[in-house]
């Protein structure tokens, strides 16, 4: 979180913007998540969600306007994402492995416990990186180490379900795991085995079934299913296969291209009117039984809205931080966690400059092919239908 503090002056201006909000004490703190006006705290009233949701554009363009953010405070991690593995069965068409060329190795458990010595703060914890996950032969170890030292932190994971785990070690990874990301992008076998070289659809499902017999007290999985022009038209058809299985959340995510200089494939592919149709479609449905299913993006989002090189850190299986995990290519290495103290890679010369950036809602050269900022059209034609 960005915290920012003012004066009574400026309190009473966002009283302006925020009618019905009584302002207690000139002395206050902002905490600013996601971009927007999170709460006030210390001497100030609480804004209610709904506030939130009513006023929070307004409430951004205020903070960036009118407020200063602090050079010398220092940054906390709430957010850590970390590759506990690039081994994969995969090949999967939107991947950016072939943008990468590391040696293939796994985390182990003594250098996931020194890298997590570094945070007191984390609130969310994902292993995921470039490679399968439940590939590592001690997945669920690792989770216990995050848990040990995060214990109320949410710790999420992901997985392509084409796995040959028995019952027992599945539960093993399951068991204190929050939230597991179930990775499918068709609704019928060729679809998906064309789109996921190497994986199976017997395997998928033959997965799905020893997921909901191994499920767990707390365990949360959401299907992510990665839309293009070449599997929309399934997405009802999945919905439906998914019907006979504890899923809690369907998560339609329309495809980006996260290699190094390209900001989306072929933007005009995923534009047209059949696929902005099925998506418009299923996100005005507003499904929400027997599972949640929901069309991924912000049609809002600009440079601004960015939390990552403020709040969040990616690691990869050797130790290599960025500052965004869309953004992985080798040139964007802002250092290595087991070689260089945290307070060195928080102020990162190269951080610095994209946060003063994004604060000012400028593209840094880092951030120039986002692609959450190039879906920002499509996101609009399906979600407002603008």
């Not at 999170?38 to 609480?46: F, H």
């Not at 995050?146 to 084409?162: C, D, E, I, Y």
């Not at 939230?179 to 609704?187: A, T």
């Not at 400059?353 to 000012?360: V, Y």
Request: hydrophobic share 35%.
């Amino acid at each position: 979180m960005r915290k920012v503090a003012g004066n009574d002056t400026d309190l009473q201006s966002m009283g302006g913007i925020l009618s019905g909000v009584e302002w207690k004490s000139p002395k206050y703190e902002i905490v600013v998540e996601r971009g927007t006006l999170c709460y006030i705290r210390l001497s100030v009233t609480i804004l209610s969600s709904k506030i939130i949701k009513d006023h929070g554009k307004n409430m951004q363009n205020f903070v960036h306007n009118t407020f200063q953010y602090s050079q010398d405070e220092s940054l906390v991690v709430r957010y850590l994402q970390i590759e506990p593995t690039n081994y994969c069965n995969a090949d999967c068409k939107f991947c950016i492995r072939k943008f990468k060329s590391q040696e293939p190795r796994h985390m182990n458990i003594q250098e996931l416990d020194a890298l997590c010595k570094h945070f007191d703060q984390v609130k969310y914890v994902k292993l995921q990186g470039l490679g399968e996950c439940f590939l590592h032969p001690d997945i669920g170890s690792l989770v216990h180490c995050l848990k040990t030292h995060f214990p109320s932190a949410s710790v999420m994971s992901s997985t392509n379900l084409n796995w040959s785990l028995s019952d027992e070690q599945l539960i093993d990874n399951l068991k204190e795991l929050d939230v597991l990301y179930l990775s499918i992008d068709g609704g019928c076998q060729e679809t998906y085995e064309d789109l996921r070289h190497g994986c199976k659809w017997d395997v998928l499902w033959r997965s799905m079934k020893q997921l909901a017999r191994c499920k767990q007290e707390g365990n949360l999985f959401v299907v992510s299913f990665t839309a293009s022009d070449l599997n929309h038209n399934e997405i009802e058809d999945l919905i439906s296969l998914l019907y006979d299985y504890p899923i809690d959340e369907l998560r339609i995510n329309p495809v980006q291209d996260w290699s190094a200089d390209n900001s989306l494939a072929s933007p005009e592919r995923y534009s047209n009117s059949a696929y902005i149709q099925t998506l418009r479609s299923i996100h005005e449905k507003n499904i929400q039984e027997p599972f949640q299913v929901l069309i991924a993006g912000n049609e809002n989002f600009d440079y601004s809205s960015c939390i990552w090189p403020f709040e969040r850190m990616y690691v990869d299986v050797h130790g290599n931080v960025f500052p965004c995990v869309i953004s992985l290519s080798d040139k964007w290495c802002v250092g290595n966690i087991y070689k260089e103290k945290i307070e060195d890679l928080y102020q990162n010369s190269f951080l610095k400059d994209i946060r003063e950036s994004l604060t000012a809602n400028k593209a840094h050269r880092h951030c120039r092919n986002c692609s959450y900022k190039a879906l920002v059209p499509i996101m609009r034609k399906i979600k407002t239908n603008a």
